[in-house]
């Protein structure tokens, strides 16, 4: 029997895909408005009519969160993200200014590499076809090895209404034969113009280092402090409720909860209350056993999974109905896997002694794993809440509300988005909630407004009123001098006068 190598097969396809994918822009590229926005809707309508199906299948495939919760995250990325992008003007000159002379045309970037998480593969891919489409660009999909089935299914169903709708068939492709060789293809290949990733470290570090531009996104690694002043019950809710939603695997979720000493008999009071399990120190040490990978990374048998089950893991009797698992911590860093990353309901307990000692705790977190990302605070002390903003290495400061759905613009103004920009701090590009104005670029047409005689004149004019200004300054400081002399002169006059009694 003849061996086929998966690599060399893998590479192939992925360079078909490109190269079709290629030449389908250029048509694409040829669409006005009125055709591209008409493909976007059929897109949003077919996710729309297929929420529950791609929603259990991810569920089958993955083993990740809860079909319910990933029903309302498709739900998201197409209609909620389709209605923030639908009037906007991607296609031709998107905006004039008279009095600048100048206005703006949107051009396509051309080919995305679209790289898809096992942890939310449905509604990422939704939501990347929406976002690509209609800024103009094809897209080829490169999905998780562990939720390939439902990420070729989902692209399917979209890929047939936006054919149906006009769209250029390679338009929209995806990879089936997947292999690190060919993913190491698809973000070096010269066909692909912009890389958008959104998965682990590693995969984004690639990503960057590829040669061609990328737009990723680093580990989200919330601290939620709850400050003196919140509501406390309904800060606990809303972090359960973050938590427990697709139990914890949106990258803005908390990962930790700070709060102040004077808090701590309340805060825990509620916790417990709301059913979530304190863990004794013994309990949190043999959870710790379980929670990181022989090579310190995070371990993928616990994301997404429910707190009973993370604590039958570990050996720990909890109650059935308990909601999230809770570790007392003081300690930061890479070894320590509750100050780190988790997506799924395990969080970090920090008590410290005042607000000023908690901001200083959550910069450490964030230091460590997670800084560029998402922070949330509860509170109702504005001059607080303004101090976190301005100091905090975050690109998201979410106030009073759920980090998971607060970052992604489910519960906030944020723009919709599941891929969530890290920043400078964050080794991203950009510190956007990723859309389709981040996916085209704008040709600037300016007109003359001026010669280079005007220049030379306007040069010739600031630097003679310059010089006035500075003889005027010189003549005043002369003055001055001229003025203090005069009047020591007179107060030693005056002194030698009494002196001598005269």
Known sequence: MELVDKDLLSIQQTRLLLKKAKEAQMKLAQMNQSEIDCICEAIKDAAMRNLEKLAKLAYEETGFGKTEDKVIKNYFASKVVYDSIKDLKT??????DETKKMYEVAVPVGVVAALIPSTNPTSTAIYKALICIKAGNSIVFSPHPTAKNCIIETIKVLKEAAVAAGMPADCMGCVTEISMAGTNELLKNKNTSLILATGGEAMVAAAYSSGNPALGVGPGNGPAFIEKSADIPRAIKLIIDSQTFDNGVICASEQSIIIEKESEQEVTRELVKQGCYMLTPAEKERLEKIMLTPKMTMNPRIVGKTAPYIAEMAGIKVPENTKILIGLENRVGHNFPFSREKLCPVLAYFIEDNWTKACERSIEVLNNEGAGHTMIIHSNNEEIIREFS???????????????LGGIGATT???????LGCGAVGGSATSDNISSVNLLNLRRVAYGVKELDEIRASIECDCKNNQVKKTVSDTELDRAVENKLDRVTDLIFEKLINQLNI
């Not at 905090?392 to 998971?404: D, I």
């Not at 103004?413 to 891929?419: G, I």
């Open 390 to 404: 301005l100091r905090k290495p975050v690109s998201r400061l979410l106030v009073n509300t759920s980090g998971s």
């Open 91 to 96: 296609v031709g000159i998107v905006s004039t």
């Open 413 to 419: 103004n944020l723009l919709p988005a599941l891929t």
